[in-house]
């Protein structure tokens, strides 16, 4: 049996603050990136066998 989920810690402090400053000015992906990423996806969907 799982174990239960623990509650998500609360970000505070400095953390925060470098968590919120990078939130706001995300890096768009390139389109490079994003392909890379769609192969990588299609391979390992191509692979999967799930059976339900």
């Known amino acids: 049996m799982a174990r239960p989920i623990k509650e998500t810690p609360v970000v505070t402090g400095k953390d925060a603050k ?6 706001a000015h995300l890096k768009p992906e390139s389109k490079e990136e994003k392909e890379a990423a769609k192969k990588v996806y299609e391979k390992f ?6 059976t339900f």
Not at 18 to 23: D, H, Y
């Open 18 to 23: 470098r968590f919120a400053e990078k939130m």
């Open 45 to 50: 969907k191509a692979i999967a066998a799930f």
